[in-house]
């Protein structure tokens, strides 16, 4: 699969041109970041609410193991899953919005213009990006998700609330 030079950024596909095409499910979610806004068939954004569900549930998945990794000093181990579980509370926040990712250049300002996001995200990303083998990068990456979650009960609710008045 050929990659968009607006992808072509540290940490995630820094100096390459193509990425290979996944197999399995697991695959689609972790190894190959940002698969879902890279590919064309399928439109996960248009249904955050299922969207963020299988990202939420990848996450606790992946949760204890990484906190493990920190707890043992085992910062090294910890990083890749660090990095999956980056590529997809960006996938997470964006899509909340209902929006593709459709850059990782300038994330912090495209994470700003976005109308439903947690609390100093466009921030709070890019330090955890720049800091991925480190136990504070994990910690604002958890309460991320915890935000996350909570931000998605609101924006839902706001939907339905919205539906039922039309």
Known sequence: MKLPLSFQVR???????????????????????????LQEQQKPWQNPTQSLEKIFSYW?????????????????????LMLSMSALIIQGVFWLNRQRVTSLKDLGSQI????????????????ILEHLDHFQS?????????????????????????????
């Open 11 to 37: 940490p995630f596909y820094y100096e390459k041109s193509s990425i290979f095409e996944p197999t399995h499910e697991e695959q689609q979610w972790l190894d190959v970041y940002f698969y879902w806004d």
């Open 60 to 80: 606790e998945k992946n949760h204890y193991l990484m906190k493990e990794y920190f707890n043992k000093r085992e910062n090294e181990q910890a990083k890749q």
């Open 112 to 127: 700003n213009k976005l109308p439903n996001r947690p609390v100093n995200a466009e921030e709070r990303i890019p330090y």
């Open 138 to 166: 994990f910690k604002q990456l958890e309460m991320l998700f915890s935000e996350l979650k909570k931000l998605l009960i609101r924006v839902s609710l706001l939907e339905k609330k919205e539906k039922k008045k039309e």
